[in-house]
Nanobody
Framework: QVLLVESGGGLVQAGGSLRLSCAAS????????MGWFRQAPGKERTLIAV????????YYTDSVKGRFTISRDNAKNAVYLQMSSLKPEDTATYYC????????????????????WGQGTQVTVSS
């Protein structure tokens, strides 16, 4: 199993930027696809970005495409989410997740197959 710890959340004004980090420990995630999810109050947790084990392939949902960038540093066992042009509707708890057991690209893009989760970090965007 792997322990994932998110950090970098906070309060930011609309139009601002934040960079979230996800540090992994317990095992290397360098061969593991990783995803970022978010959950707004009263709503389900939803996938927003996925990155392949190498970092060479990324996927974004339409809600964040062009504003958010997922990246990783396998040497540091970490994944990042750079968020720009933030909107009040981006307010949510953000989670990183690892796909340790393997899965199809289709499943990963649907938010399926993630089996290790962090505790989340809160992002609040004020208008």
């Amino acid at each position: 199993q792997v322990l994932l710890v998110e950090s970098g959340g906070g309060l930011v004004q609309a139009g601002g930027s934040l960079r979230l980090s996800c540090a992994a420990s317990g095992r290397a995630v360098s061969s593991t696809p990783m995803g970022w999810f978010r959950q707004a109050p009263g709503k389900e947790r939803t996938l927003i970005a996925v990155i392949s084990w190498s970092g060479g392939t990324t996927y974004y949902t339409d809600s964040v495409k062009g504003r958010f960038t997922i990246s990783r540093d396998n040497a540091k066992n970490a994944v990042y989410l750079q968020m720009s042009s933030l909107k009040p509707e981006d307010t949510a708890t953000y989670y990183c997740a690892a796909n340790l057991r393997g899965g199809s690209c289709t499943s990963l893009k649907q938010g399926l197959g993630y089996d290790s989760w962090g505790q989340g970090t809160q992002v609040t965007v004020s208008s």
